[in-house]
């Protein structure tokens, strides 16, 4: 589904199905919560004193364009070696459009099509007059995976809902689609690095971590869906442990290093980072630490929205559509594609409102061979000359959000007297390494006035590879025993509703209720909130015991052909600064913690009589442990300081 081609609907039914994926929960158990599964190595026997090299791999599944890189270390001395291991980028991925089959780049397209017999992705997606007739596209597909996107006009666009027709006529759900690319991503990946390291069995000498990306700004069920589609892809197997950070801190502990070495920025002082990509712009704000090795904390709650560059791709179509007019629709495919490619690898990255100016002196033209001439229009030779007024009109259509992201950012930072620390503004990204974007914050915060801000790129396409860099980085310090980011702050209020003592001087008159069991009056309604908005979460441990009652009726739930109790909890959030200790319109239902506990656990507490003496019912103390990490939430449910059962976490698509 390229926004610069025709919309074409298949000729015939496609015969793709897929595995039905269950439930939509995933089992989470969390020592280490950004650690989701590790499996021991078994089949290589080392002697004692051969240590086994670590390949630390980094994958950064982007909207529009995805990437890797990888490095390999030893455990024991990764702190020392940091700054001499080289992080290595895989840049090379196949393309049957040029020769040798391969195309240089250093990301490649996260789109893949469908026929009824083969399927294809990123750059191996035909155009022109070789694309199949049947062909169905699905582009932007990560975006799929967000239930909840911040902005629901999205939700509502054309192009979404062309991508859900699709997803229905193929009869997949967006994590089986995600899966399929994110398979083929991982195996080429795999290929690349033993074709590197000129060793095809790398991957059974070593011990493989894979550290996997993710936007700041995703929801826990869009966090949720991420995972299950790297399990489905068959990333993790036997010697490979996956892990999660998020996009922007990846990309800090990266880009940051070459400024804290050349002394432009030190301990104390603070900078803004803007990740600036296809879909997403997070952005959120550290303060140095340590310098050596680096060590950051996070000092205003991190903040994101749907504003990326594709964005800027859908407002450039519509604009040129409507300015070419009956032309637009004529074009062929490849003449869409030839669009496509100057606008996306040239003009977008390129554009400077000052090199067009108001008489266009400066144009931006694109080679369409073939087309009529048409003065109206600004076609000659088969050469499309763009309006400024269209280049203009396309990237001020986001500027507005991003903005007022970074806006906010600085608010926060002088609500905690640290604006004057703010150094720098560090973009990264895809869309970061647009000069349009660089100038036009510049525009806002001049680098002659007082407090002063510098504006910062990696210039040699470094932003456009820092996520999956940084990601490799992040671990490398992770295993010389350095967490490089030491407190960060949650992004959201978490807790759960449950019942208390009715009191009529604080309570809801609505919230009364009697419990049949014990004949009290309590108030429902009301909330404990685990954990605040903007609260500290400390890197090395950051572990939440909350403490919960079941009860259990003999009748109804302690039957005998019962051998075990379903348990569940709802937990409820809240993105309010100072969200309310009862349930209103900004408080609701995101996650239904499960435990199955076994019925001789239940029999071995104590049972008492309902106020009528007619039933008895039993009473279990439970905790709930909820670990905090870099990106998601882990759970587990004890008794009596024991974990019990089988403890599951099932999101829900809509908030309610």
């Not at 892990?243 to 104390?268: C, M, N, W, Y």
């Not at 801000?453 to 671990?475: F, K, L, P, T």
């Not at 442990?625 to 870099?630: C, H, K, L």
């Amino acid at each position: 589904m390229s926004i610069f081609r025709h919309a074409r609907r298949a000729s015939t039914q496609t015969n793709h199905t897929s595995s039905s994926l269950g439930s939509q929960h995933s089992n989470i158990s969390n020592t280490n919560v950004n650690t989701y599964h590790s499996t021991p190595r078994s089949s290589i026997a080392l002697s004692p004193e051969v240590e086994t090299l670590q390949l630390i791999i980094g994958i950064d599944y982007g909207t529009s364009h995805s990437g890797a890189a990888y490095a390999l270390c030893s455990a024991r001395n990764a702190l020392t070696v940091l700054n001499s291991v080289t992080i290595r980028s895989i840049s090379d991925w196949p393309s049957r459009r040029v020769s040798q089959n391969r195309r240089t780049s250093d990301k490649v397209p996260s789109e893949i099509a469908f026929t009824p017999t083969e399927t294809f992705y990123g750059f191996d997606i035909p155009y022109g007059p070789h694309v199949p007739p049947d062909i169905e596209r699905l582009e932007w597909l990560k975006l799929m995976l967000e239930p909840q996107p911040k902005r629901q006009e999205l939700a509502n666009s054309i192009e979404v809902r062309e991508m859900r027709e699709t997803l229905q006529r193929l009869q997949k759900t967006p994590v089986d689609a995600v899966s399929e690319y994110l398979r083929w991503l991982w195996d080429n990946i795999c290929k690349k690095i033993i074709e590197l390291e000129g060793d095809e069995n790398i991957f059974q000498k070593v011990d493989v971590t894979v550290v996997m990306t993710m936007p700041a700004v995703w929801s826990d069920k869009a966090q949720n869906n991420t995972l299950l589609a790297v399990e489905k892809a068959g990333i993790v197997s036997e010697g490979v442990t996956l892990k999660f950070t998020t996009e922007p801190e990846a990309a800090a502990i990266l880009s940051i290093k070459d400024k804290v070495r050349t002394h432009q920025i030190g301990t104390d002082d603070c900078f803004m980072v803007v990740d600036a990509g296809g879909g997403t712009v997070d952005v959120v704000t550290y303060q140095i630490v340590n310098t050596e090795p680096l060590v950051l904390n996070e000092v205003v709650t991190g903040d994101g929205d749907l504003c990326g560059s594709v964005f800027i791709d859908l407002e450039f179509k519509n604009q040129l559509k409507g300015f070419l007019e009956d032309v637009w629709e004529n074009l062929s495919e490849r003449a869409l594609h030839t669009i496509e490619d100057a606008w996306e690898y040239n003009i977008k990255r390129n554009y400077e409102p000052e090199l067009c100016g108001s008489n266009n002196n400066h144009p931006w033209e694109i080679f369409l061979p073939g087309v009529a001439d048409n003065e109206r229009l600004g076609i000659k030779d088969g050469v499309l000359t763009i309006p400024a007024s269209i280049l203009s009109h396309s990237f001020d259509s986001i500027m507005p959000l991003v903005l007022r992201l970074i806006s906010n950012q600085r608010i926060g930072l002088g609500k905690k007297r640290l604006l004057s620390k703010l150094k720098a503004i560090l973009l990264v990204g895809g869309f970061g390494g647009s000069s349009y974007l660089k100038d036009r914050i510049k525009q806002e915060y001049p680098e002659d006035g007082p407090n002063t801000i510098q504006i910062w790129r990696n210039d040699n396409a470094g932003y456009w590879q820092s996520v999956a860099a940084g990601a490799v980085r992040c671990e490398m310090l992770g295993l010389g025993r350095v967490n490089p980011v030491n407190t960060r702050l949650c992004r959201l209020n978490y807790g759960t509703a449950y019942k208390i003592r009715f009191d009529p001087a604080v309570h809801r008159a609505e919230d009364k209720w009697e419990c049949p069991h014990t004949g009290v009056t309590k108030a429902t309604n009301q909330v404990q909130w685990f954990i605040r908005k903007g609260e500290e979460i400390n890197a090395n441990s950051h572990t939440l015991l909350e403490n919960f009652s079941l009860l259990l009726d003999e009748q109804r739930d302690l039957h005998a052909e019962r051998r075990s109790v379903m348990w569940t909890v709802c937990l409820v959030r809240s993105d309010q600064d100072a969200a309310p200790n009862y349930r209103n319109e900004n408080v609701r239902n995101f996650v239904d913690i499960q435990c199955e506990i076994p019925i001789d656990v239940v029999r071995g507490v104590q049972p008492e009589t309902s106020v009528d003496g007619r039933r008895k019912f039993w009473r279990m103390p439970i905790k709930v442990e909820i670990s905090m990490g870099a990106v998601m939430l882990g759970f587990r449910c004890l008794i009596n300081g024991n974990e019990v059962g089988k403890t599951t976490a099932n999101y829900r698509d809509v908030l309610d």
